[in-house]
């Protein structure tokens, strides 16, 4: 198992999804540990009757169906189907709202989705996604990428409420790739996975939306500045260490 | 025994063939300079030596030869780069600065022993003078601007030419990798660029490919993956002054090169990053998730003027 994830460590972030099957094809009897602690690039359907487009994880599915955060309902329908409570389904729907509204700011398009759960402990569970087409066929408002996708998964586990407080565990996974193809750089490519947890007790005075909201968006900010600035700046770190920009070459000339 | 069907069954295994293909292919896709990581890996999760040796034997060959590997050639020789252009057999390589072939043990990554090259599997007289040249050229621009820089110069048609009056063809490759497994980054470089000596247009006609990988995995896992074609041309001179026109112009390329990769990272925090996503919103505050009353206004209102989106 160790073995397994060492391999899915060193393969290409954009192959991600073939390692991970044939992976799966491999050991098939480790595939639910595989499953749960690897993530792929977020998929996405369209419930017709909200007219909008939703992302499918483990946590809105039930056999083969997923459960729509609008209409809440399962596409394609199931009987004897789960659902979150009623007032757990208010907060879903709130969130959901909201947290179109943060995308958009944030992200300038793409789609989001947030689901949530009862869990044993009293608690729930929320999981907001968000899946962002940036090339400039999707929604890359500057055009700057050939290809560009932005995967990000927030799973954050809400502890009961003691005297006003309760406890948060955020883990974030974020997955991206971009490539630039211009004259002078040629194609440029960057990709790559990078996760994260987050713990934190806060006063529930202003709602758990609130406090998992802003977990979510300091975590998410910390781990775009990380990838950028220490992962892509360790790529570029190496190239120069492979080829050091070179001052001005006295260039020989033919002797004639 | 081919499998027809396109889905197997849950409790169904993997035939031997299936097996080593996905082995074959994970070790054909590790990053430069980890194959040995994916090897061992690959063992543990296969647990099944046979399939691993074939599969072995079928990918390391293809892998040293596309990642251009370097082993170094008993009794100091200098190193020989494993490529398709200097390939005489699949376990024997030549290297055409000291004249020898090296016989090669691809799946240990290693040269184990060498020998002179036949009279045949050198260039003529005439060619290895313009290849000597150029070689010559190539290993000062190299050392000069790789720090851990190997360069050959194969001849890949027309090594028999004798004189005037015939094409050839070399390809000039430059490979540098740097592995530091224990700061979790690895890199390389790759350049490859095909020389073609035309007789007739008294021209030189040249195509390069570069090619820049490197893998960071500390916690994380990213990768770069750039590469970029180049053509350019010059005249037909004497071997002293091809060798200097076409280091010149693989330098001034390659410089330039670089310097591009260094604008396209430079550009990412504030322009190609942002179609991702943003540093901030536009209004350069955090988003102010305490207003959710406001927000449950909002969405009331456009409810009821049946807006929303």
Known sequence: MEA???????????????????????IPQHSSDLLSQVDLPLQVLRDIESGKDFILCEYNRDADSYRSPWSNKYLPPLEDALYPSSELRKLEVEANDIFAIYRDQYYEGGISSVYMWEDDNEGFVACFLIKKDGSKSGHGRRGCLEEGAWDAIHVIQVGPEEEGMAHYCLTSTIMLSLATDDESSGKFGLSGSIRRQMKMDLAVAEGHLCNMGRMIEELEGKLRNSLDQVYFGKTREMVCTLRPPAEIVQMRLPDT | MADEEDELPEETELSYEQKKEIAKWFLLNAPAGEINYVAKDLKAVLSDEEVYNEAAMEAFPVYNKSHMICLEMPSRAGDVIVSSYSEITENEFLDPRTAQVAIVDHVKQICTKVRPAHDEELPSLYIEEYRYAL??????????????GISAVNCVKGKDTEGLGSDFEFVVIITAMRLSPQNFCNGSWRSVWNIDFQDESQVLDIKGKLQVGAHYFEEGNVELDAKKDFQDSTIFQ????????????????????????????????????????????????????????????TREVEKELGLGK
């Open chain 1, 4 to 26: 397994a994830l060492g391999l899915l460590r060193r393969m290409p972030p954009k192959q991600s999804e073939t390692a991970l099957s044939a992976l799966l094809s491999l």
């Open chain 2, 135 to 148: 070689d010559a050229e190539i290993q000062r621009y190299v050392s000069e601007s790789y720090p851990k």
């Open chain 2, 238 to 297: 004497s071997a002293d002054d091809c060798a200097i026109a076409i280091a010149n112009i693989i330098r001034h390329h390659e410089t330039e090169y670089l310097a591009a990769l260094e604008v396209a990272y430079s550009k990412l925090p504030d322009n190609t990053f942002k179609d991702l996503r943003r540093k901030l919103p536009v209004t350069r505050t955090l988003f102010p998730w305490q207003n959710t009353l406001q927000f449950s206004l």
